[in-house]
């Protein structure tokens, strides 16, 4: 049995993916942005051992929150899965980049990352901008993965490319599997089949998928760690 954290796991791929792996045995911490979020989560979620409340478009909430992730001992594999969509570049920022690098530097180092990345990552840029787009951002996760799996090889660290799904997000109408939306997450967070123990790779439906390979450029990552870093005031 692992003991696993999930970000974003009020609704959506993140709520499927907690339920799937308390299914299969694991202890999952939820979390929401809010108190009433919250509560909506843990009903939702029969079984779950705990939830913790940060917002990650607040960066000192989000520092906040690892401190609260930490009280709780070191996790064995904490899923990235939180991120905004159709909001302005600072929100998509702090949400979908800066928060998961907070995360990751405050936070017990787990055994496993999971990133949620995206398809549309492929059209994002690899320089770094403050004022980016969400498919900047997706290709930051997978950069973001990729450094980690360099800097940190005690750690299996991937991203993931759940598919357009039809969650909130992704909307009624998308077309693909919403159930193989989650199931990369969980194996990869789970799984002790060889497939899953690797690092620094990039899934679809869990198996490697074409991805942009700006991403495993070091000086772009180390350029992405940089101002990280200096907008945070947190280093690796």
């Known amino acids: 049995m692992a003991k696993i954290f999930i970000t ?10 907690a339920k799937q792996l308390i299914k299969d045995g694991h202890e999952v911490v939820l979390h929401a942005r809010n108190e009433k979020r919250g509560q909506d989560a843990l009903k939702s979620v029969p079984g779950a051992a705990d939830i913790l409340i940060g917002d990650l478009a607040d960066m000192e909430a989000t520092k906040v929150l690892a401190e609260k992730a930490n009280v709780l001992e070191t996790f064995d594999a904490v899923i990235h899965n939180a991120g905004v969509y159709q909001t302005g570049a600072r929100q998509l920022l702090q949400v979908n980049t800066l ?4 995360l990751t530097c405050l936070m ?16 994002g840029h690899p320089q770094w901008t403050e004022k ?5 951002t997706k290709l930051h996760m997978l950069m973001l993965a990729k450094a980690l799996a ?13 598919g357009w799904v039809p969650t909130k997000m992704g909307g009624a109408g998308a077309p693909d599997d919403l159930e193989m939306g989650y199931q990369t997450q969980v194996w990869l967070a789970g799984s002790h089949e060889p497939g899953a123990l690797v690092s620094g790779q990039y899934f679809h439906h869990q198996k490697p998928a074409r991805y942009s390979h700006s991403a495993d450029d070091i000086s772009l990552q180390n350029e992405l760690l940089a101002n990280c870093a200096r907008l945070t005031s947190i280093s690796l």
């Open 8 to 17: 974003g796991s009020a609704d959506g791929l993140g709520q499927l993916a």
């Open 108 to 123: 017990h180092k787990p055994k496993r990352l999971v990133y949620l990345s995206s398809g549309m990552h492929l059209s």
């Open 150 to 162: 360099r800097k940190w090889p005690e750690v299996y660290a991937n991203a993931v490319d759940p």
């Open 132 to 136: 980016p787009s969400y498919s900047d």
């Open 99 to 102: 928060a998961p690098y907070i």
